[in-house]
Nanobody, 123 residues
Framework: QVQLVESGGGLVQAGGSLRLSCAAS????????MAWYRQAPGKQRELVAI???????NYTDSVKGRFTISRDNAKNTVYLQINSLKPEDTAVYYC?????????????????WGQGTQVTVSS
């Protein structure tokens, strides 16, 4: 069984910083792209940042220069450093991993999601 567990959310004032973490565990063979999404109340889930297995990164325009995605392949963990937080960054942040895992002796592919971590920014 594969699990993604996020941590690091919380309540911060505008201008503050947070570091989100997402650790994957289980019978993992390899992890391809890892990403962070967010969903604000009443809005659709949106892609915030993505990092490939080769450490290429991409960000949605609204977070460029403030958010940094990184990964530690030895720990199967992806991070999101969030600086200069704004009230509009308030959302539940979800991590996503495209990975290969072992099940019943076979290597399979799937996308997995974390449970989400709440980030609330006060003005």
């Amino acid at each position: 069984q594969v699990q993604l567990v996020e941590s690091g959310g919380g309540l911060v004032q505008a201008g503050g910083s947070l570091r989100l973490s997402c650790a994957a565990s289980g019978s993992i063979g390899s992890i391809n792209a890892m990403a962070w999404y967010r969903q604000a109340p009443g809005k659709q889930r949106e892609l915030v940042a993505i990092i490939t297995s080769g450490n290429s990164t991409n960000y949605t325009d609204s977070v460029k220069g403030r958010f940094t995605i990184s990964r530690d392949n030895a720990k199967n963990t992806v991070y999101l450093q969030i600086n200069s937080l704004k009230p509009e960054d308030t959302a539940v942040y979800y991590c996503n991993a495209a990975l290969r895992y072992f099940r019943l002796g076979y290597l399979r592919e799937a996308d997995y999601w974390g449970q989400g971590t709440q980030v609330t920014v006060s003005s």
